[in-house]
């Protein structure tokens, strides 16, 4: 699997014109991407700078297929105290394959190693089997819940320079 920053002029296309996000991606798009719940993250990512296109919206594409199977990414850059939160989705048919765990524990390296960030956290219902083994093969530790969600940390492991 690949893993990539959706770029801004591929979000603005979304979800009208597929054919031109397609070419953008370099991937192909299928029926069921995106899910509903990043439908209204994408114009927050059609605005993004190139610089912060990364604490955005990521594509997982498939390599064998060149198809996106689904999507994660941060709500945003680090706050004040080096948190950022990260969620995913991955398309119905592609589920139980290990794209989201791939890609969580990928994008979750990629942060902790990015001046600021000092942890990630996540969240997920409580009933969310898959979400949960997805967070504890990620290495996350629950923290606790909060509005009916479970909630998740990884933090840095080694010291680094801010």
Do not use: H
């Amino acid at each position: 699997m690949e893993l990539r920053p959706l770029p801004a002029p591929a979000a603005a296309a979304l979800p009208e014109d597929r054919e031109r996000a397609s070419r953008i991606l370099g991937a192909l798009l299928p029926s069921e991407w995106p899910q509903p719940d990043l439908l209204d993250v994408l114009p927050l990512q059609a605005a993004a700078s190139p610089s912060d296109e990364c604490f955005g919206v990521w594509v997982m594409i498939e390599r064998r297929s060149s198809s996106v199977v689904g999507d994660i990414g941060f709500i945003g850059p680090p706050d004040e105290d080096g948190s950022v939160e990260v969620g995913y989705s991955v398309v119905p048919d592609r589920r139980r394959r290990g794209y989201a765990t791939e890609a969580a524990r990928a994008i979750v390296a990629w942060a902790l190693d990015q001046p600021g960030v000092k942890v990630v956290v996540a969240g997920c219902d409580s009933d969310n089997a898959p979400s949960i083994r997805t967070l504890e093969r990620a290495r996350f530790q629950r923290t606790g819940e909060a509005d009916g969600q479970i909630r998740w940390a990884l933090r840095r492991r080694r010291p680094q320079a801010d």
